[in-house]
């Protein structure tokens, strides 16, 4: 039985042959066989509905929530001829946390200039601003501040969507179990590997408080980095018991993040 037949069986998948997508990173052209197929290497691949590219940056993922935005802010104009305003904003609320909010911990919550991520995420940031300009009625010509038109909507930022969403992933990561008393699931051995706690580490300041080591000498732009980052930086995500505890801290820490 060919390796990823084997694996796949193994561990229990299912493998539909016709529905698998091939990416190599960063670039190669040789085709793989699965099962009857002969699958071409793909520009992009998409899992669980997030599109990447050949260097794993999630890029089309940002062009398509892009392009969804501007939907969302067709939609808001042709609703608020027929909805209350209160109703509309609680409508594009929904959709916008739905749609722009759903995997965004593949996404940096710190943007860098001359970064095309970062120039992508800026431009995601205008047409979410957009479509709170629809929902509530005004134009740019108003002038009205970011800060003011997303705490007048209620719509988080995309900044803050991400801090918020990385931090419970964290939380559940490092929280939660599988089953009762079991190992950590794979994300969390990631982020608290097995030797962190041993020797000398385990009687540092940091690590009584909960704090993770670094997961590199260097800052990168990764989840494991932001998530490291984001729980390090509040003490009420590590102390967090349950998932309201968890939420609320995670929600603290997104509102201290800047737009």
């Not at 539909?16 to 793989?32: F, G, H, R």
């Not at 197929?37 to 997030?50: F, M, R, S």
């Not at 992933?169 to 939660?176: D, K, N, V």
């Not at 940091?206 to 590199?216: F, H, I, R």
Request: net charge positive; glycine share 4%; aromatic share 6%.
């Amino acid at each position: 039985m060919p390796p990823i037949e084997s694996h796949t069986t193994k561990n229990y998948l299912a493998l539909n042959e016709a529905k698998t997508q091939v990416l190599w990173s960063p670039s190669q052209d040789l085709p793989i066989r699965v099962g009857s197929c002969l699958l071409a290497p793909a520009d992009k691949i998409d899992v669980l509905g997030v599109s990447f590219d050949k260097t794993l940056s999630p890029t089309p993922h940002l062009h398509s929530l892009i392009s969804s935005a501007k939907t969302m802010t067709a939609m808001a104009r042709r609703l608020s001829l027929h909805l209350p305003r209160d109703e509309l904003k609680t409508v594009m609320g929904s959709l916008l946390r739905g749609k722009i909010g759903y995997a965004c911990a593949v996404l940096p919550p710190r943007w860098q200039e001359s970064d095309t991520l970062s120039t992508l995420m800026a431009q995601l940031q205008v047409n979410v601003n957009n479509v709170a300009r629809s929902t509530i009625g005004c134009r740019k010509s108003e002038k009205i501040t970011v800060a003011d038109l997303l705490r007048e909507t209620g719509f988080p930022s995309l900044n803050r969507m991400v801090v918020y969403t990385v931090a419970m992933e964290c939380w559940r990561a490092l929280s939660l179990r599988d089953v009762p008393n079991g190992p950590p699931n794979p994300l969390g051995c990631l982020l608290s590997p097995p030797n962190s706690d041993s020797g000398a580490r385990s009687r540092t300041r940091a690590a009584l408080t909960g704090c993770l080591p670094p997961p590199s000498k260097v800052q990168v732009n990764s989840f494991i980095w932001w998530a490291y980052t984001c729980w390090n930086s509040s003490p009420a995500l590590r102390k967090a018991t349950n998932v309201s505890a968890a939420k609320k801290a995670a929600n603290d820490l997104a509102a201290s993040t800047p737009i």
